[in-house]
């Protein structure tokens, strides 16, 4: 389906409950002063029993309902355009809101929701630590690292914009080791940093890269991370608690441009998110990239491949593997989770979640296997578990 339909059909549903608008009912698309849409059902939820005073869940900005007006363009497009046209669910396999689950497993829902607007600015990347529950999310706002507990409470937050040794001023993206460091990249000043949980820092490495982006820890708390701007990947070795460096190693080089990467915790394997120089206007694209344990590359497919092979184009943000050893990606396209499969029988097609995400840029997964979705579109956090 061409790009324009689907961003049409993105029009027809409300971003809050994204239940397709209707003309009539707790359907109808209502327009809030602030110029946000949201349908009836919403603005009734948001306004609370008394129907006095809401807040727009994007720009907070308060109104009561009764200054709310119908949406008159988007009635008339729903006018011409009739039912909705249901191509684009079906082919991420959309049935009843949630996404089909990869490789055979039950149906995923989601669990909780964490963040929003104001506790999350524009996130970057997202980390669980396995041993603990934590989640670790690098996000723009005073303090770059907002750590969440098991459950969803905030319980720490650190990292100001600055030039002391505890301070971060751009974080690209975030892990957490098998020990309990929060490793951060910091495109501010081109280095890698790692804290405790507590915010501690216990070691920076200033030297020796151009631009490093993506990052994910090995079961022995190695860090694998890729450097944009040289085109490389490294194994970063350390003793985070003495906070000493022992090791830097490049172990590929000429990608292009290379963010995203992932350590299977079984295999070894290690899978990177190349984006590609654009040809022309409109025309970026991203190459999947697989390499086994001893770095022997196993699969590769760019965004035009993809599209050959699956019926809808995927342009891959941020990449993880599942328990099982999948390949899981993000894709800002048709906004969804895409499971990939097993390196030895990549690429397959399988969604994971094709409902509720706005503009999914990072990835992880918990220690139960539980799927963590960094949703930069509404500044959230996204939980989900099997059904």
Request: proline fraction near 5%; charge should be neutral; charged fraction near 20%.
């Amino acid at each position: 389906m061409a790009a324009e339909d689907e961003e049409e059909l993105r029009l027809l549903e409300c971003r809050v409950c994204f239940e397709w608008y209707g003309h009539s009912g707790q359907r109808r698309p209502r327009n809030l002063p602030c110029g946000h849409v949201l349908c009836r059902g919403c603005v009734e939820a948001l306004g609370g029993p008394e129907r006095r005073r809401l807040e727009c869940p994007f720009c907070r900005r308060a109104c009561s309902a009764a200054q709310t007006t119908d949406c008159l363009p988007l009635l008339q497009l729903l006018e011409v355009l009739g039912p909705a046209d249901t191509s684009i669910s079906s082919a991420l396999g959309r049935s009843g809101g949630r996404g089909a689950a990869g490789a055979g497993a039950a149906g995923l829902g989601l669990r909780v929701s964490l963040g929003g607007w104001g506790s999350l600015v524009n996130p970057t990347g997202v980390a669980a630590c396995r041993r603990s529950g934590r989640l670790a999310v690098a996000h723009d706002g005073k303090k770059r690292i907002h750590v969440f507990g098991p459950g969803g409470s905030s319980l720490q937050q650190f990292g100001e914009r600055g030039d002391a040794g505890n301070d971060i001023k751009y974080p690209l993206d975030v892990t957490v080791t098998s020990d309990g460091h929060v490793v951060v990249t910091d495109a501010g000043d081109c280095s890698v940093k790692a804290f405790d949980f507590e915010g501690r820092g216990v070691l920076a490495v200033r030297e020796g890269f151009c631009l490093p982006w993506g990052l994910d820890a090995t079961p022995n708390s190695e860090v694998i991370l890729t450097d944009a701007e040289a085109g490389a990947l490294y194994r970063l070795t350390a003793d985070f608690k003495t906070g000493k460096l022992k090791k830097c190693q490049m172990i590929q080089s000429r990608l292009i441009s290379p963010r995203g990467v992932a350590v299977s915790q079984t295999s070894g394997a290690i899978v990177v998110i190349e984006h590609l120089k654009a040809q022309g206007p409109n025309s970026s694209s991203t190459r999947v990239k697989i390499f086994s344990a001893e770095m022997d590359l196993v699969g590769q497919m760019d965004s035009f491949g993809l599209n050959l092979v699956f019926p809808s184009s995927i342009h891959a943000t941020a990449v993880a593997f599942d328990k099982e050893g999948h390949v899981v990606v993000t894709d800002t396209c048709s906004q969804a989770v895409i499971c990939l499969g097993k390196p030895e029988e990549f690429p397959i097609f399988n969604p994971l979640i094709s409902h509720g995400l706005h503009y999914p840029v990072g990835l992880t997964y918990t220690a139960n296997n539980s799927l963590v979705v960094l949703d930069s579109g509404d500044h959230s956090v996204k939980i989900f578990s099997s059904t």
